[in-house]
Structures are given as structure tokens and as C-alpha cells.
């Protein structure tokens, strides 16, 4: 069982080095189902495999350019406030609800993620910084959800980067893994006061999580950004559906009710994604505005 553990962990250190994500989506169900750990102890090891394995895979999105400093520090430093809060409070909930909290937030930032895809919003320059009072909002809101379900938050912080930030994605990809390693440290620092960590174990996983990432961060500049935001949108859907299905009572998943809300969702997503579709851009008035100043310099 051991070395299904380290090969599904060096998947991690790829998912973290091209997606600048995923690592705590497959570390935490790696180390509930795989390794047999409690929850909240798979949540704690699961912010120190995230934290050292994004730390070393930061250092070739760097070297390549792909890190924006300043917004990646601001972001990281108010949301390790968040997380040491968010760390503190998951004391006090229980854990099939921090993982059923986890998934449904999975699925609705996955499905943001594939819409944008579909009708992306032009990006900033690959050198541009975002707005500090937006960063430091962000930061708050993806700290506190890194210490409550020990995810990284790079399934949180790519999206917040590249769909509202408008960062390239290659670039959300690097800062977000700059952000990931500052956060989970701090969010760690929470949990460690009450679960004890098996280090053989945490030290066995992050080892083979760095490997991954190392492979990972290398090809990650080579992919076409619009390809990389389709597969951490469907990465994320997958693992999302399987940490709820795992959580869910078996009951639900036959229950005539069950489907019933399930139907009525997805028809209303749909009927919802369907009206968004057809109104008319917001920028043709600007267009048109703008060639009219061109013609009357």
C-alpha cells in the first residue's frame, strides 16, 4: 500500500507544478483512503506536503519569469492570517463536513473555471500586478478555506488570479504557488496545537510530491494557457465528484428525491448558461465610442 501512497503522491507534485494546484485535492483523499489516516490528521499532513512541495516547484516558474512578486507576497501574507483562523476554527466541525465543504466548493470553482474557457476576458501583460485592495480581499477569503479544509487553495487562488485578476494563466499557474507555500505553513501552525502528524509518513509523501513537481514545472510553460485552464477545470469536477460521493450516505445516490434536485440543478446552470450566453457583449458600446474618437482626432 505504501507505494500506491508515494506513486499517487508524486501526482500530486504534477498537479502542483503544471496547474499551480490540485496538490491537497489528491492529498487529502490519498491520505484518508490510501493511507488510512483520521481526517483532520490528513488535513494537517496534507498543508506540510503542499507547503515544501510548492515552495521547491516555485523555483522554475521563477527562473522562467512566471512569478509576479509583489502580488503573490501580498496575497500570501493576509492569507496566512485567514488560515491560521480558518486552521483554529476546523477544531470545532466535523470532518465529513469540511469534506463535503470541500468538494461542493471544488465543483462551483471548476465550473467557473470551464465557462471562463469557453468565453475568456482578455488577459493583462504577463509583467502586471493586481490591485492590492483586491488582493488582500482574495487572500482573506482563499487563507480562511485553506485552514478550514487544508487545501493549498490553488483551486481557490488560480481562478481568483486568472479569471478575476486577469493574469495570464501561466503566470497564475507560478504566483499561485508562491501564495499555496506561505499559507499552508501558516495554516498548518493552526492544526499543529491539536493533531499529532506521523513526520515518517508526511516526510515519505512530500519527498515524492517534490520529484513531481520538479517534472511538472518544466512543461507547465509549454502548455497553451486555454488548454491549462480546461484541465484544472476538469481535474478539479473529478476529484470533487469523488471526494462527495466517498462523503454522501449510499442512500442518496438512490433516492428518486436525490436525482430529482440534482435534475432541477443542472437544468437551471444550464437555462442560466444559456441566457448569459445570448445577451450581447458589454464592450461593444466602448468600441464603438473609441473608433468614433478615431475618426475625430
Known amino acids: 500500500m505504501i507505494t500506491l501512497v508515494l506513486v499517487a503522491s508524486v501526482l500530486i507534485g504534477v498537479s502542483l507544478g503544471i496547474l499551480g494546484g490540485g496538490g491537497s485535492i489528491l492529498t487529502v483523499p490519498i491520505l484518508v483512503y490510501l493511507a488510512g489516516q483520521d481526517t483532520k490528521e490528513a488535513i494537517a499532513t496534507s498543508l506540510f506536503v503542499v507547503g515544501v512541495t510548492s515552495l521547491v516547484g516555485l523555483v522554475p516558474h521563477a527562473r522562467a519569469g512566471r ?3 509583489r502580488t503573490g507576497l501580498i496575497f500570501g501574507a493576509v492569507s496566512m492570517i485567514g488560515a491560521y483562523g480558518g486552521g483554529r476554527l476546523a477544531e470545532y466541525i466535523p470532518g465529513t ?7 461542493l466548493m471544488m465543483l462551483a470553482t471548476a465550473a467557473a473555471m470551464l465557462r471562463k474557457s469557453r468565453k475568456a476576458k482578455a488577459a493583462k501583460p504577463a509583467h502586471a ?5 483586491h488582493v488582500i480581499v482574495e487572500g482573506l477569503v482563499v487563507g480562511a478555506v485553506t485552514g478550514l479544509v487544508g487545501s493549498g487553495g490553488g483551486f481557490l487562488v488560480v481562478p481568483a488570479l486568472a479569471l ?4 495570464p494563466m501561466s503566470v497564475a499557474v507560478g504566483t499561485s504557488l508562491l501564495v499555496i507555500a506561505m499559507k499552508s505553513f501558516s495554516g498548518l501552525a493552526g492544526h499543529l496545537a491539536d493533531i499529532q502528524i506521523d513526520w515518517n509518513l508526511a516526510l515519505m509523501v512530500t519527498a515524492a510530491a517534490v520529484v513531481g513537481s520538479l517534472v511538472g514545472s518544466r512543461f507547465a510553460g509549454r502548455i497553451p494557457q486555454d488548454t491549462l485552464r480546461k484541465a484544472f477545470g ?3 469536477v473529478v476529484m470533487g465528484v469523488f471526494v462527495l460521493g466517498r462523503q454522501l450516505p449510499t442512500g442518496i445516490w438512490v433516492s428518486p428525491l436525490a436525482w430529482t434536485g440534482i435534475g432541477l440543478a443542472v437544468a437551471t446552470a444550464v437555462t442560466w448558461g444559456t441566457v448569459r450566453a445570448r445577451r450581447p457583449p458589454a464592450t461593444d458600446a466602448p ?3 473609441s473608433r468614433e474618437s478615431a475618426a475625430h482626432p
Open 129 to 133: 500586478e493586481l490591485p492590492v485592495k
Open 67 to 69: 512569478v509576479r512578486w
Open 287 to 289: 468600441q464603438v465610442g
Open 234 to 236: 476538469w481535474f478539479v
Open 97 to 103: 463536513v469540511l469534506l463535503v465543504t470541500f468538494a
Open 164 to 167: 478575476l485578476g486577469g493574469l
